[in-house]
């Protein structure tokens, strides 16, 4: 079975606050883990990518994979209203499944 | 920064026409995608293409579908006889190599087929 499970939201936070987006997926032949930004209408912007398991940081973002609970987590530290957009999850190995996204909205 | 290109960026089409969409992968990349996503669902995988032939297919990429890499740049999806159901945002996407960075995704072709 090739699922990626995320909620959909919306989550909504006010500016400066700690953020977390979480995915589970059920193939545990699953080897890369990305994140992607999406505006409407607009395609997927790769944020983040791990390989196995792990964490991985860029900036305000964070980025684990626990493969043990099948478990990928994105923390976005110090929210800004520009990070308002639908956050997708997604992992595979040569194509990638992605989950439905998370509404993430962020008020000044 | 290199990006994927797609174009057009919209396309509207009677059921039953042919259309094809363009990709124009990132240059050093090897593995090229096609992915689709009807508004207000899941990026969906449709096919990938590597060493000028398709690698995998998803049950989406029925007889209707095909793609081609007709010269050292383009990457191209055809549908030959379009549905209303084929009308969503398809996505391209290139990977260098399945070990190195992963997919980046072109900016969309909205179709909608009427």
């Known amino acids: 079975q090739k699922e990626v499970e995320q909620d959909p939201g919306p989550l909504s936070v006010p500016e400066g606050a700690i953020v977390s987006l979480n995915c589970t997926y059920s193939?545990?032949?699953?080897?890369?883990f990305m994140w992607y930004r999406q505006y409407s209408r607009k395609g997927p912007e790769l944020l983040m990518y791990?390989?196995?398991?792990g964490n991985k940081e860029d900036g305000r973002f964070t980025a684990q994979v626990d493969k043990s609970s099948k478990y990928i987590s994105l923390f976005i530290r110090d929210s800004q209203p520009s990070d308002s957009a639908t956050y997708l999850c997604?992992?595979?190995?040569?194509?990638?499944?992605f989950g439905k996204g998370t509404m993430l909205l962020v008020s000044p | 920064e290199p990006e994927v290109t797609q174009t057009p960026s919209h396309q509207v089409t009677q059921m039953g026409q042919e259309v094809i969409l363009r990709c124009v992968p990132i240059s050093n990349h090897l593995y090229f995608y096609w992915y689709r996503q009807i508004l207000g669902q899941k990026v969906e995988f449709l096919v990938s293409?590597?060493?000028?032939?398709?690698?995998?297919k998803s049950e989406i990429f029925d007889d209707q579908f095909s793609v081609e890499r007709p010269d050292g740049s383009n990457f191209t999806l055809k549908i030959r006889s379009t549905k209303l159901e084929d009308s969503a945002m398809y996505f391209c996407?290139?990977?260098?190599?399945?070990?190195?960075?992963?997919?980046?995704f072109g900016p969309g072709t909205r179709l909608l087929v009427l």
């Open positions: 293409f590597y060493n000028n032939e398709i690698s995998e």
């Open positions: 997604a992992s595979g190995y040569s194509t990638l499944t």
């Open positions: 996407a290139s990977w260098v190599a399945l070990t190195q960075e992963t997919q980046y």
């Open positions: 791990t390989y196995s398991s």
């Open positions: 193939n545990s032949a699953f080897q890369y």
